[in-house]
């Protein structure tokens, strides 16, 4: 069973940038597809971005897409979500999250994944 948790949230103004940080342990961390959400007050937990096992096939929710990219080092067991061009409506607590997988899948639902972790706080000001 693996264990996940998120760093890197914080206060940004309109137009700047965040890393987040999703660090894995306790699992073979080759062996998961992986994704980042997102939930704002008052809304449903949301896709954001989710890749293969190897990193080599990436999934954008039309929102995000050409701002943020998601990406895994396998040797660290890291995911990453670089955020540029940030926007108000970003705001949310961002989750990582993790599921076993066959290689190349990957899934967008969030009743698909097996593994959560904490979250962390992005707030983006205009």
């Known amino acids: 069973q693996v264990q996940l948790v998120e760093s890197g949230g914080g206060l940004v103004q309109a137009g700047g940038s965040l890393r987040l940080s999703c660090a894995a342990s306790?699992?073979?961390?080759?062996?998961?597809?992986m994704g980042w959400f997102r939930q704002a007050p008052g809304k449903e937990r949301e896709f954001v971005a989710a890749?293969?096992?190897?990193?080599?096939?990436?999934y954008y929710a039309d929102s995000v897409k050409g701002r943020f990219t998601i990406s895994r080092d396998n040797a660290k067991n890291m995911m990453y979500l670089q955020m540029n061009s940030l926007r108000p409506e970003d705001t949310a607590v961002y989750y990582c999250?993790?599921?076993?997988?066959?290689?190349?899948?990957?899934?967008?639902?969030?009743?698909?994944?097996?593994?959560w972790g904490q979250g962390t706080q992005v707030t983006v000001s205009s």
């Open positions: 306790g699992g073979n961390f080759n062996s998961y597809i």
């Open positions: 999250a993790a599921r076993t997988a066959l290689p190349g899948s990957v899934y967008v639902r969030k009743d698909s994944y097996e593994y």
């Open positions: 890749l293969t096992r190897s990193g080599s096939r990436t």
